[in-house]
């Protein structure tokens, strides 16, 4: 029995626009294959939505979200924005006032490295070879949402973290819900020694291990994580961190699955969930036609399971992005100069050789 869904697509901003189109047109090959009915609509959001309302996140685009059933997303951003930190104004404010509205308050970042691209990280494979992690990073809480003040000098400013603890109760269930269901080890990673924010969030975690006694619980500071995820990354399995923390050592991660094109993420609450790659607008190579579109792909195979639940599309998905690999086709961020029987090629070719391994 083929199931019905509403979907939102946001392209955004720089190859957002051009990686969408192929999570979207994956959607659509999985519903006429498994016969679902999905719906799209779209929306706007980021620079786009700046030169066209003056807002980063109009009304009707939020109204569109709170009636979907899930959100495919595509990046924001644009270069004037970081040239000129004086704009009141930011593509990023949109991002955030859409997670706070719809109670987006965990991530998930699935780090699974394809065999067929061991070549491509700068790490060596002997180290990375059966690395599979699955982050969990709060999202509505920390430095970004904290008060925020400069002083009227503008020589002096801060940013508030903060921290209740239900919101660091919430994520860590969720996080040892999906240990449970994986390898059972679960690595919370703060700054306790030096930050009364992560004292409460240790705290908080150790209570919520106490519910979860088959599940092994490490703490590590944020420092001392960043280092072993490069040097030794299959010992994680679950990572639970706070935003900021996860921000960054998420990103570095992408260094395990070779690139950034590589990776989707999720972003989930209690009803609608937000599906986006993580790799950011790239205006420098927007328009060129280069981008990697399987994040945006794997997005949408998130999308599958986590919110439709539906495994097997996710399943086939996934696999048909395998399949690919396989056979040698490589976007140039993940391709490899000294491999003879590599296909470099750019994004629409690239996901159309998707399409037919899923057909």
């Given at each position: 029995?083929?199931?019905?869904?509403?979907?939102?697509?946001?392209?955004?901003?720089?190859?957002?626009?051009e990686v969408?189109?192929?999570?979207?047109?994956?959607?659509?090959?999985?519903?006429?294959?498994?016969?679902?009915?999905?719906?799209?609509?779209?929306?706007?959001?980021?620079?786009?939505?700046?030169?066209?309302?003056?807002?980063?996140?109009?009304?009707?685009?939020?109204?569109?979200?709170?009636?979907?059933?899930?959100?495919?997303?595509?990046?924001?951003?644009?270069?004037?924005?970081?040239?000129?930190?004086?704009?009141?104004?930011?593509?990023?404010?949109?991002?955030?006032?859409?997670?706070?509205?719809?109670?987006?308050?965990?991530?998930?970042?699935?780090?699974?490295?394809?065999?067929?691209?061991?070549?491509?990280?700068?790490?060596?494979?002997?180290?990375?070879?059966?690395?599979?992690?699955?982050?969990?990073?709060?999202?509505?809480?920390?430095v970004?949402?904290?008060?925020?003040?400069?002083?009227?000098?503008?020589?002096?400013?801060?940013?508030?973290?903060i921290?209740?603890?239900?919101?660091?109760?919430?994520?860590?269930?969720?996080?040892?819900e999906?240990?449970?269901?994986?390898?059972?080890?679960?690595?919370?990673?703060?700054?306790?020694?030096?930050?009364?924010?992560?004292?409460l969030?240790?705290?908080?975690?150790?209570?919520?291990?106490?519910?979860?006694?088959?599940?092994?619980t490490?703490?590590?500071?944020?420092?001392?994580?960043?280092?072993?995820?490069?040097?030794d990354?299959?010992?994680?399995?679950?990572?639970?961190?706070?935003?900021?923390?996860?921000?960054?050592?998420?990103?570095?991660?992408?260094q395990?699955?070779?690139?950034?094109?590589?990776?989707?993420?999720?972003?989930?609450?209690?009803?609608?969930?937000?599906?986006?790659?993580?790799?950011?607008?790239?205006?420098?190579?927007?328009?060129?036609?280069?981008?990697?579109?399987?994040?945006?792909?794997?997005?949408?195979?998130?999308?599958?399971?986590?919110?439709?639940?539906?495994?097997?599309?996710?399943l086939?998905?996934?696999?048909?992005?395998?399949a690919?690999?396989?056979q040698?086709?490589?976007?140039?961020?993940?391709?490899?100069?000294?491999?003879?029987?590599?296909?470099v090629?750019?994004?629409?070719?690239?996901?159309?050789?998707?399409?037919?391994?899923l057909?």
């Open positions: 029995m083929g199931v019905d869904k509403k979907i939102l697509v946001i392209p955004g901003d720089g190859i957002g626009q969408t189109a192929w999570g979207q047109k994956v959607l659509e090959t999985i519903a006429v294959n498994y016969k679902h009915n999905f719906v799209f609509e779209e929306g706007i959001m980021g620079h786009v939505a700046i030169e066209a309302t003056g807002n980063p996140l109009p009304d009707e685009t939020l109204d569109k979200a709170r009636k979907s059933d899930a959100i495919l997303f595509g990046a924001i951003g644009h270069a004037k924005y970081d040239n000129d930190p004086t704009l009141k104004v930011r593509p990023e404010q949109g991002l955030l006032k859409i997670r706070k509205e719809l109670g987006l308050y965990a991530n998930l970042r699935p780090i699974k490295l394809f065999d067929e691209l061991l070549e491509a990280s700068s790490i060596k494979p002997e180290i990375l070879r059966g690395a599979d992690i699955l982050f969990f990073r709060e999202l509505t809480g920390d970004y949402f904290g008060e925020k003040k400069r002083s009227e000098d503008r020589n002096t400013a801060s940013d508030l973290m921290y209740h603890r239900y919101e660091v109760e919430r994520i860590a269930r969720k996080a040892y999906a240990a449970r269901s994986r390898r059972k080890k679960l690595c919370s990673v703060d700054k306790a020694n030096v930050l009364e924010a992560s004292r969030w240790r705290e908080v975690v150790q209570e919520i291990a106490k519910e979860y006694p088959d599940v092994e490490e703490h590590m500071f944020i420092d001392n994580a960043a280092m072993q995820l490069v040097k990354p299959k010992r994680f399995d679950v990572v639970l961190t706070a935003n900021l923390f996860g921000d960054i050592l998420t990103d570095e991660a992408s395990i699955a070779g690139s950034m094109g590589m990776l989707a993420s999720a972003s989930v609450g209690d009803s609608t969930g937000f599906y986006e790659p993580i790799h950011g607008s790239a205006h420098d190579i927007a328009g060129k036609g280069i981008a990697n579109p399987l994040a945006s792909i794997l997005s949408a195979a998130l999308m599958l399971d986590i919110s439709f639940g539906l495994k097997t599309e996710s086939r998905v996934i696999k048909a992005v395998e690919t690999l396989k040698g086709f490589r976007t140039m961020d993940i391709a490899n100069k000294h491999t003879e029987n590599h296909f090629m750019g994004t629409d070719a690239m996901g159309a050789k998707v399409l037919e391994n057909s």
